[in-house]
């Protein structure tokens, strides 16, 4: 059995070459190698391409490398949510590469395979889509994405032995293994190193053969960014939006795989009960989402796509961001809750780009549009001016096209029931001249008694 070597922070910083094309693990900063992104930062090794779901945060992990000017593009799917990436995307310091999550997922795992590349429906009719080749399998539209490789991958695990074999810890999985097998050179940087064998093989994640070097560097909180604990709020959700996430959870059934969007769905997983029967999916890794924990935080606990600390339900499972929008697009989740800016009469969502604002942010949304089995949009009827968000023609860049299922307002629910939007119930309070008013798109109206 090989021997790995051991390395310092310093040591390992040094084997990434000025434009080189670095990989990055982590999740927000979960499972992010944050102590070899600093020693790199440290260095002050320059023309570098960053590979990464998003670029830490401010002054944080690849943030560090980007406050110093140490990048010179960066590939991933959601840098919004580090405001200096915008600022030095708009200031031209920077090229960005945006990609859907989980196409980022799987092009690691195809570049570590030896894969070209693959077609995936995510994406198709958007953005995205322009400028890549596009081809239509059994009556449905795919875009190729190629794998993506790199010269150096920094990963993070919370346990290796001295032969190079990983284990990863709770929802630090994300992107890691994947980086892992993307890369002419991989470092991991781990909490602990114990001997050969102390490891058993079935419990092993990234096998040895994969790792050139290890770096031993123990996680604190500082380390952990936004994730470090759970922030109490004193912030209380107004009735109209909850009474949005009610009859969200109306719609949900015993033994559904669901998957909660931020803003108001993130509501739904309040109101859910041990009794509903519901399995929650969040796309870092992770079925089997619990309630937030009253204290702690990631050193203790999971994170969900929010970057949060939650909680794991007996019966929850852990996994990679591969392996979690496979289950996304292959059809295994049941039901995706999520919230819109635009949704159109031929079922088509926007909800990722916002009006005057870089986009910079898709993260998993196109994904889970285009792949779970039912996706059911919660929104205002109508935005902050008072413009109609249910509307003829989205205007705003598509998420996905003829995706929707049902559209929950503050005032109204649409259904498309045989393709045609059809507006099927009002929520208390509302009139049915107020819905009218407040949407452009036309629809049939077909009001359910009670």
């Given amino acids: 059995m090989k021997t790995v070597p051991q390395i310092t922070v310093e040591e390992a ?73 915008v600022r030095a995307y708009q200031a031209g310091e920077i090229e960005i590469q945006l990609i859907p999550q989980g196409s980022l997922a799987e092009a690691l795992r195809a570049g570590g395979a030896g894969i070209a590349g693959f077609y995936t429906p995510t994406g198709a009719g958007t953005v995205v889509a322009e400028s890549t080749e596009t081809r239509t399998f059994d009556g449905q539209d795919t875009v190729f994405v190629p794998g993506l490789r790199a010269d150096v991958a920094f990963v993070r695990a919370w346990r290796a032995d001295t032969a190079g074999n990983l284990v990863y810890r709770m929802t630090e999985q994300n992107f890691n293994p994947l980086m892992a097998m993307a890369a002419r050179l991989v470092i991991a940087e781990v909490e602990e190193i114990v001997p050969v064998g102390a490891i058993p093989p079935e419990q092993v994640h990234t096998p040895g053969c994969f790792v050139d070097y290890l770096v031993q560097a123990h996680t604190s909180l500082e380390n952990l960014g936004t994730s470090a604990s759970v922030e109490a709020s004193g912030k209380k959700a107004d009735e109209s939006r909850m009474a949005m996430a009610r009859r969200a959870l109306a719609e949900l059934h015993p033994g559904d795989v669901v998957n909660l969007g931020i803003g108001i769905p993130t509501l739904v997983a309040d109101l859910i009960t041990p009794e509903h029967g519901v399995t929650l999916h969040t796309e870092n890794g992770m079925l089997g989402v619990g309630p937030a924990p009253q204290s702690g935080g990631a050193l203790d606990f999971p994170v969900n796509a929010g970057k949060q600390p939650v909680t794991a339900l007996p019966g929850a499972a852990y996994f990679d961001s591969a392996d979690s929008f496979a289950m996304i697009r292959g059809g295994h989740v049941d039901v995706a809750i999520m919230g819109g800016l635009q949704v159109d009469e031929q079922a088509n969502l926007a909800n990722w780009a916002v009006p005057g604002q870089p986009l ?91």
């Fill in 13 to 85: 910083a040094a084997l990434a070459p000025e434009g080189a094309v670095l990989m990055a693990g982590g999740f927000g900063m979960t499972g992010n190698p944050v102590h070899l992104l600093h020693a790199l930062a440290e260095r002050g090794t320059k023309g570098l391409t960053f590979i990464g779901n998003n670029v830490g945060e401010p002054g944080l992990g690849g943030g560090r490398l980007l406050r110093n000017g140490q990048l010179r593009k960066a590939i991933g799917s959601f840098f919004t949510s580090n405001p200096e990436a």
């Fill in 360 to 450: 910079l942010g898709i993260g998993g949304a196109m994904d889970l549009a285009s792949g779970a089995r039912r996706l059911i949009i919660t929104m205002t009827h109508v935005d902050s001016k008072g413009r109609p968000k249910v509307v003829p023609a989205c205007t705003l860049p598509l998420t996905a096209q003829r995706a929707v299922s049902m559209i929950i307002t503050d005032w109204a629910v649409f259904e498309f029931i045989d393709g045609q939007l059809t507006l099927t119930e009002l929520l208390p309070g509302a009139t049915l001249e107020q819905v009218r008013a407040g949407a452009s798109a036309s629809f049939v109206e077909a009001l359910r008694a009670g």
